[in-house]
């Protein structure tokens, strides 16, 4: 049999439940604010626009992004009613993003761009160096795929009616930088401090992989995994024409199991077959009633006599 990734499900039945973390740069103790925030629609030359980088230890489907912020005037001018986030590439340095043109929140070309509708959420969470610090939530609409290795940005940028005073808390755990651009002095450059953001994901790859006659097998998790929303597990890259069995648990084992690695204490067991595409799409709809903080393990484990032990 081969082994194939195996998938952590975090169903959250609130939204503050959080999806499990994926990366994270911590809120500093200390506070400070690095801006990042507009004059919506029009612009002004007091826009300011703050990039951080991250890397993923494996590949994710990134569901949920968290963050910090507060207003340096305190919003005097109008606070934030809008939010957007977007993800960049990196350049051919490897230091910044690709921009690829002025930063626009609405049209520029990005790997993905969400809108978010209202002030994401925006709860006082206390004052912190002499700042009122607020935290944010957004659940994507559509996952964000991000490779694991690879080096990514992201930019969230607050709408503002006024003057833009609104600002991301200063982060922990990254470098010490990120990349900035004022619309007033037009300079894209690093800038001193990490920014602070949290990147969640409702499924998380826990790896354990064995190759076969197929290569390396891959079990991937869509669906926001809430309670009486719908989902999928697809499975790929599988022996074709063979018998793959689907293993269900609440609680992981990691026991030695024909060369590899079973994860899960079944719970629940079915076999399907993998067809001529090595492939395997099961839908799912988590019952209502599943209570809070459940977790799931899945594995899959496919009949294959190109694999370890077959």
Known sequence: ???????????????????VDVFS???????????????????????????????LAGDEAITEVRWRGGYTYGGLYGKAYHFTITFFATNVTGNEPLIQSLPDPVGEPCLANYQVNGNAGETLVGTVGGVAMYDYLHVLPTPFLATGGVKYWIRIV?????????????????????????????????????????????WKNLGHALGGSNGVPSLVGTGRFTAGAAGALALTNAKKNSTAFCIVGSTAIDAPFYGGTLVPAPTILFSVATGSTGSVALPFTLPPAAPPGLTIYVQYWIVDAGAPLG
């Not at 049999?1 to 959080?18: S, T």
């Not at 925030?37 to 890397?55: P, T």
């Open 158 to 202: 607050a709408w503002q009616p006024s003057v833009p005073d609104w600002g991301l808390s200063k982060g922990t755990g990254g470098n010490g930088s990120h990349f900035h651009y004022s619309t007033g002095t037009k300079i894209f450059q690093n800038w001193p401090g990490d920014t602070s953001f949290t990147l969640g994901a409702a």
């Open 1 to 19: 049999m081969k082994l194939l990734h195996v998938l952590i499900l975090v169903p959250l039945i609130a939204p503050l439940a959080a999806a």
């Open 25 to 55: 740069y911590p809120p500093s103790p200390t506070g400070g604010i690095l801006g990042s925030a507009w004059l919506a629609v029009d612009g002004s030359d007091a826009d300011v626009y703050a990039y951080n980088d991250f890397i």
